[in-house]
């Protein structure tokens, strides 16, 4: 064996060190993000973590030579807890899907799952890497089966910071929730050229796959957001009312008190008339900690609203009739988004808090043409499902027929339920009641509009009242609105005992 | 021109606006009685009511245009 001098190794060494650094410039070399692009794809995946925690995973796996797998993979922290990010590369074949792409998305979605960390997706993908064939396809729907794996045990959160078409589309909607950033995050199986050429049909890309588009009549997206920045910020700001997995805890806050002004204002509120509007974000306000909040699909489906938000620094999720739109009935449409909001926290734990003012869900040939039925079941099922979650409710007027059921009733499993002095629970109105269970004597009344007047009250005040579901024990108490958040805290304490 | 339009099935109980009126985004212009709840339509941009689409005690479906607003002048 000849002898190696020492020279020769570090001529060696140096070559080694030469040629890896090479490589790192090759492939770190900050490609400027094109168009409405502010970040690179690397760049995001930094921003959502908290500063310098942000490691990748595989750094100089190629798809081929010279093209990167077209995904940055790794995990970090936010806010001191370790999530899990893919963010693609539109820098590299555009972002799109290819077999090695969808390996590193894969990996990391495995190594999320197994450890129990969140995963965050950065989308910015023109869809299937052609050249790539069936090996793409056949990427993308393991990418979509690990989806579906995943949902029984971390959370998932996409964000849409560029196209997201084809089959790239599909994977956010296999996730929690969408955050779309206005004008560049666009979502659709086939963009406007395509959609030209298939059906003639002429529209832009925002048209058919626009934030705007998404958040309002589609509700495939859950947040619009201006900014790259903004979208990654409101990932963290989700996830802080989020456990990691499935069996994780729940990130408690120092308690915070309530806004007092709204907590004040909470006996005023609600109109004694039951058929006046009122903006149900106020009785919100004087119920939970003051401060954070943070409402999903909020331009979507408005007579319910969904948010996050916390009582004495444990997060809530609140499901709330909004009587301010459409006089807050159910419907088809924001059936599925309850559904979908109680099913996730109920999925993860989350206590759920139903703050219930609801005329019913709205009749009809175009309701019931639209499946209301089947979307109203969702409701049920969720709530009666969501046993894992510390189930109160909490009806501030009324509470009639079907949808007192469906809005988080005991019947269907809550913990406990506090109906306001003045609430009205019953099978039904007490217009509509009067005229089913008097209709011969308001036929041969003399001056039936009277009669039916005196009728109604008598019917509110004796069937209609919620002592009658407090005596039965389906409600726990009748309260004052501003007894209201001091149940709940109280309730809340079980919590600490688990 | 801009029409406002009916959110939700129901019958026109009120109509608030004259012809003429200057109204700005938010402000009410009829309230349609559905479910028992007394439910507004609002002024979807500044302008004057150009026209005024429905009477009193008339049903309204989903999306059909109530109010028509001219939203053209001092905009």
Same mark, same amino acid.
């Given at each position: 064996?000849?002898?190696?001098?020492?020279?020769? +190794? /570090?001529?060696?060494?140096?070559?080694?060190?030469?040629?890896?650094?090479?490589?790192?410039?090759?492939?770190?070399?900050?490609?400027?993000?094109?168009?409405?692009?502010?970040?690179?794809?690397?760049?995001?995946?930094?921003?959502?973590?908290?500063?310098?925690?942000?490691?990748?995973?595989?750094?100089?796996?190629a798809a081929q030579p010279g093209a990167g797998s077209g995904?940055?993979?790794?995990?970090?922290?936010?806010?001191?807890?370790?999530?899990?990010?893919?963010?693609?590369?539109?820098?590299i074949a555009?972002?799109?899907?290819?077999?090695?792409?969808?390996?590193?998305?894969?990996?990391?979605?495995?190594?999320?799952?197994?450890?129990?960390?969140?995963?965050?997706?950065?989308?910015?993908?023109?869809?299937?890497?052609?050249?790539?064939?069936?090996?793409?396809?056949?990427?993308?729907?393991?990418?979509?089966?690990?989806?579906?794996?995943?949902?029984?045990?971390?959370?998932?959160?996409?964000?849409?910071?560029?196209?997201?078409?084809?089959?790239?589309?599909?994977?956010?909607?296999? /996730?929690?929730?969408?955050?779309?950033?206005?004008?560049?995050?666009?979502?659709?199986?086939?963009?406007?050229?395509?959609?030209?050429?298939?059906?003639?049909?002429?529209? /832009?890309?925002?048209?058919?796959?626009?934030?705007?588009?998404?958040?309002?009549?589609?509700?495939?997206?859950?947040?619009?957001?201006?900014?790259?920045?903004?979208?990654?910020?409101?990932?963290?700001?989700?996830?802080?009312?989020?456990?990691?997995?499935?069996?994780?805890?729940?990130?408690?806050?120092?308690?915070?008190?309530?806004?007092?002004?709204?907590?004040?204002?909470?006996?005023?509120?609600?109109?004694?008339?039951?058929?006046?509007?009122?903006?149900?974000?106020?009785?919100?306000?004087?119920?939970?900690?003051?401060?954070?909040?943070?409402?999903?699909?909020?331009?979507?489906?408005?007579?319910?609203?969904?948010?996050?938000?916390?009582?004495?620094?444990?997060?809530?999720?609140?499901?709330?009739?909004?009587?301010? +739109?459409?006089?807050?009935?159910?419907?088809?449409?924001?059936?599925?988004?309850?559904?979908?909001?109680?099913?996730?926290?109920?999925?993860?734990?989350?206590?759920?808090?139903?703050?219930?003012?609801?005329?019913?869900?709205?009749?009809?040939?175009?309701?019931?043409?639209?499946?209301?039925?089947?979307?109203?079941?969702?409701?049920?099922?969720?709530?009666?499902?969501?046993?894992?979650?510390?189930?109160?409710?909490?009806?501030?007027?009324?509470?009639?027929?079907?949808?007192?059921?469906?809005?988080?009733?005991?019947?269907?499993?809550?913990?406990?339920?506090?109906?306001?002095?003045?609430?009205?629970?019953?099978?039904?109105?007490?217009?509509?009641?009067?005229?089913?269970?008097?209709?011969?004597?308001?036929?041969?009344?003399?001056?039936?509009?009277?009669?039916?007047?005196?009728?109604?009250?008598?019917?509110?005040?004796?069937?209609?009242?919620?002592? +009658?579901?407090?005596?039965?024990?389906?409600?726990?108490?009748?309260?004052?609105?501003?007894?209201?958040?001091?149940?709940?805290?109280?309730?809340?304490?079980?919590?600490?005992?688990? | 021109?801009?029409?406002?339009?009916?959110?939700?099935?129901?019958? +026109?109980?009120?109509?608030?606006?004259?012809?003429?009126?200057?109204?700005?985004?938010?402000?009410?212009?009829?309230?349609?009685?559905?479910?028992?709840?007394?439910?507004?339509?609002?002024?979807?941009?500044?302008?004057?009511?150009?026209?005024?689409?429905?009477?009193?005690?008339?049903?309204?479906?989903?999306?059909?245009?109530?109010?028509?607003?001219?939203?053209?002048?001092?905009?």
């Amino acid at each position: 064996m000849p002898h190696v001098s020492d020279d020769h +190794v /570090t001529t060696q060494t140096s070559s080694g060190r030469t040629r890896l650094d090479e490589r790192r410039r090759a492939r770190f070399a900050r490609v400027e993000p094109r168009g409405a692009r502010v970040h690179t794809a690397r760049e995001r995946a930094e921003l959502l973590m908290d500063e310098g925690t942000f490691v990748e995973f595989t750094p100089l796996r190629a798809a081929q030579p010279g093209a990167g797998s077209g995904v940055v993979t790794g995990w970090g922290l936010v806010d001191g807890r370790p999530v899990v990010v893919a963010s693609h590369d539109a820098a590299i074949a555009s972002g799109a899907i290819g077999a090695v792409m969808a390996e590193a998305i894969c990996r990391a979605q495995r190594f999320a799952i197994d450890r129990g960390f969140p995963i965050v997706f950065v989308n910015d993908s023109g869809g299937a890497r052609v050249p790539d064939g069936i090996l793409a396809l056949h990427g993308c729907g393991e990418i979509f089966a690990l989806n579906v794996e995943a949902q029984d045990r971390i959370p998932q959160i996409s964000v849409i910071l560029g196209p997201c078409a084809g089959a790239a589309a599909y994977s956010p909607a296999l /996730t929690d929730w969408t955050i779309m950033v206005k004008g560049h995050g666009h979502m659709f199986l086939t963009g406007p050229d395509v959609v030209r050429a298939a059906t003639g049909e002429d529209a /832009t890309a925002d048209e058919i796959g626009g934030s705007g588009m998404h958040t309002r009549v589609s509700g495939v997206a859950h947040l619009e957001v201006e900014t790259e920045v903004e979208a990654l910020q409101s990932v963290r700001h989700l996830l802080s009312y989020l456990p990691s997995h499935v069996d994780g805890e729940l990130p408690v806050t120092g308690p915070v008190p309530v806004n007092p002004i709204s907590a004040e204002a909470l006996s005023t509120v609600v109109p004694e008339k039951a058929s006046v509007v009122f903006d149900m974000h106020d009785v919100i306000d004087g119920v939970l900690d003051n401060g954070a909040r943070l409402e999903l699909m909020p331009e979507y489906a408005g007579s319910v609203l969904t948010v996050f938000g916390r009582i004495e620094g444990r997060p809530v999720g609140v499901v709330a009739n909004q009587p301010a +739109v459409r006089g807050g009935i159910l419907d088809s449409q924001n059936s599925v988004k309850i559904a979908r909001f109680v099913e996730f926290c109920g999925r993860f734990g989350i206590p759920i808090i139903t703050l219930v003012d609801v005329p019913g869900f709205l009749p009809g040939t175009v309701e019931e043409g639209r499946g209301i039925i089947t979307h109203g079941a969702k409701v049920l099922k969720a709530y009666a499902q969501a046993r894992k979650s510390l189930r109160l409710t909490v009806v501030v007027r009324k509470a009639y027929g079907g949808a007192y059921i469906a809005m988080g009733s005991t019947s269907l499993g809550a913990d406990a339920a506090w109906a306001w002095s003045n609430a009205e629970i019953a099978v039904m109105g007490p217009g509509g009641a009067v005229g089913l269970l008097h209709r011969r004597e308001l036929a041969a009344a003399e001056d039936p509009a009277a009669l039916r007047e005196r009728l109604a009250a008598e019917y509110r005040e004796n069937v209609a009242r919620p002592y +009658v579901a407090a005596e039965a024990g389906i409600i726990e108490d009748v309260i004052h609105p501003e007894e209201t958040r001091d149940r709940l805290v109280a309730a809340m304490r079980v919590l600490e005992h688990r | 021109m801009i029409d406002a339009k009916a959110e939700i099935v129901g019958n +026109v109980w009120k109509i608030v606006v004259r012809e003429g009126d200057q109204v700005g985004p938010g402000d009410p212009l009829i309230v349609l009685e559905t479910m028992k709840m007394e439910i507004p339509v609002h002024a979807p941009a500044h302008g004057h009511v150009s026209r005024i689409l429905v009477a009193e005690g008339q049903i309204v479906q989903e999306g059909d245009p109530v109010v028509e607003i001219d939203d053209t002048v001092g905009a």
